[in-house]
């Protein structure tokens, strides 16, 4: 399998990924330094992003010039609603707090901007800047995820949380995508595969932005009647 693609995608977001292992929210998650609070913002966030993730992935699913890609992919976009919910969950129940109030809390400006940006690329793009995208967020969980297994973490969440993503399971996905961009790329031109590249790279931002969003406990700085 011809990796360069990929090479050179993970190449551009080198110093946006060691900002995300520096950042507060990370560190605290092996530490355990991390607030209560701001993984609960976390994980609420995380249960409506998912929402418009998986159907981010479904245009994906239906933009597909393969029918190999479009099986693969409408298996993620099922397996999102369904094997993450289970993470999430479980902490919900423990945390006393309904999946209707989850469902029924505004998303956060970031989280917003995030979901607003992957589905309008979804809806209005070709199918390879759907996948530059949507990568971001499968490859980087899977690296924090396994960089984060060494250290572990003292809090029980936590480590639960670091478990689901440094898992085999979880890589099977990954490696899934990674090996529809590479092959995706086969015959773009280079203009075609900048775009890739420029959805790669703001989507990473905006993975280390919601980290730092939950993190800032951030909330809108204007309040209507919600
Ligand atoms: C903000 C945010 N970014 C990435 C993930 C991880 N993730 C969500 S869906 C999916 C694809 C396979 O189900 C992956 C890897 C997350 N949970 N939250």
């Known amino acids: 399998m011809d990796t360069r693609f ?5 190449e551009s977001i080198t110093p946006i990924y060691q900002q995300i292992l520096e950042h507060p929210f990370i560190k605290g998650l092996t530490d355990g330094s991390l607030p209560a609070p701001a993984f609960r913002q976390y994980v609420i966030q995380d249960a409506l992003y998912l929402q418009d993730f998986a159907r981010s992935i479904a245009a994906a699913t239906a933009k ?4 190999a890609w479009a099986e693969t992919l409408a ?4 397996d999102t609603l369904v094997v993450e919910r289970s993470l999430h969950e479980g902490l919900f129940k ?3 707090i309904t999946t209707e109030e989850v469902f029924n809390t505004p998303p956060s400006p970031t989280n917003l901007a995030y979901t607003s940006y992957l589905v309008r690329v979804a809806y209005r793009e070709p199918f390879e800047e759907v996948i530059g995208a949507l990568l971001p967020c499968y490859w980087i969980y899977w690296e924090v995820g396994k960089q984060l297994e060494e ?8 480590q639960r949380w670091i478990d689901t993503y440094a898992s085999e399971e979880f890589a099977v996905p990954v490696r899934e995508v990674l090996a529809i961009a590479n092959e995706m790329v086969a015959d773009l031109s280079d203009a075609r595969r900048a775009r890739v590249r420029r959805h790669f ?3 990473s931002k905006y993975e280390w932005m919601f980290w730092d969003a939950a993190w800032r406990l951030e909330d809108w700085p204007v309040k209507g009647k919600e």
């Open 75 to 78: 298996g993620h976009a099922r």
């Open 6 to 10: 990929t090479d050179e995608l993970w």
């Open 151 to 158: 250290a572990g973490s003292p809090n029980p969440d936590y």
């Open 201 to 203: 790279v703001t989507c």
């Open 94 to 96: 423990d945390w006393g």
């Open 64 to 67: 597909a010039p393969k029918d």
